[in-house]
């Protein structure tokens, strides 16, 4: 099993940036797919972004190609997501999410095994 702990988050003005990082502890030895997924005040989960702990390059959902970086460190097991140029539709709570095995795209909600609590971002003037 995988257990995921998100840090990062907080409130920032539009065209501001923030930081998330996701460590992932337990049974780490496998290799697992692993991202962020985000939520908007009664809106559906969707994935931001998705990456194989073992290299490969992330996956980006359009809304935040350009503006969002993906960092996954396999050494640390730990996915850094750098969020710049943020917009109010950005609001959300964010969650780290990973299954074992590779990722198959961005993938949907239920693909994913293992959750964690989520942290909050909040863009607004």
């Known amino acids: 099993q995988l257990q995921l702990l998100e840090s990062g988050g907080g409130s920032v003005e539009p065209g501001g940036s923030l930081r998330l990082l996701c460590a992932v502890s337990?049974?780490?030895?496998?290799?697992?797919?692993v991202g962020w997924f985000r939520q908007g005040a009664g809106e559906e989960r969707e994935a931001v972004t998705t990456?194989?702990?073992?290299?490969?390059?992330?996956n980006y959902a359009s809304s935040v190609m350009g503006r969002f970086k993906a960092s996954q460190d396999r050494a640390k097991n730990t996915l850094d997501l750098q969020m710049d140029n943020l917009k109010s539709e950005d609001t959300g709570m964010y969650y780290c999410v990973a299954k074992y095995g590779p990722c198959y795209g961005l993938g949907r909600a239920d693909d994913f095994t293992y959750w964690g609590q989520g942290t909050q971002v909040t863009v607004s003037s």
């Open positions: 337990g049974d780490t030895r496998a290799n697992y797919c």
């Open positions: 990456v194989y702990i073992d290299g490969g390059s992330p």
